[in-house]
């Protein structure tokens, strides 16, 4: 695959699944990413194979065309932003039952319960 093609591919798979449970009509999802009905349809079998995406036959302005949706939750860190353990000297050190243990790391425990005080850096 061309660099030109997968940043095509990465485009639109931001696009659907930007578009959450609304989705979005492939006729338009084309004219952004200024692209052919045919490299659409290969995008869209791809998508289709991988199970990522599913396609709903509708009418629009008078004529026939899908809508696509994602099928799959986009990946996203947020939900680990800001944790300690991203930039821990001791995580590769860290485990149950050791000097650094996760179950009572007060780092930790202030990012999951943010009424808990931390501990600096150098105190872990
Ligand atoms: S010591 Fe605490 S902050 Fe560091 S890796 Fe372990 S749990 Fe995470």
């Known amino acids: 695959m061309t660099p030109k093609k997968r940043k095509t591919e990465q ?11 609304e989705g979005h009509l492939q ?13 659409a349809s290969r995008i869209v079998k ?7 995406i599913r396609r709903e036959r509708v009418l629009n302005n008078g004529r ?12 996203s860190l947020d939900s680990i932003e800001g944790c300690p353990c991203l930039v821990c000297p001791n995580v590769d050190k860290c485990f149950r039952g050791g ?26």
């Not at 798979?13 to 578009?19: A, C, N, R, V």
């Not at 791809?46 to 990522?52: L, P, R, T």
């Not at 026939?64 to 990946?75: C, N």
């Not at 930790?108 to 600096?120: F, S």
């Open 11 to 21: 485009k639109a798979h931001k696009l659907i699944y930007d578009s959450g449970e």
């Open 27 to 39: 006729s338009e999802l084309w004219k952004i990413l200024d692209i052919t009905n045919r490299e």
């Open 46 to 52: 791809k998508f289709m194979e991988k199970g990522s």
């Open 64 to 75: 026939w065309t899908y809508r696509i949706f994602p099928l799959k939750e986009s990946v």
């Open 99 to 124: 000097k650094n243990d996760p179950t009572k790391c007060m780092n930790l425990t202030a990012w999951v319960d943010p009424r808990i005080k931390p501990l600096t850096i150098n105190n872990i």
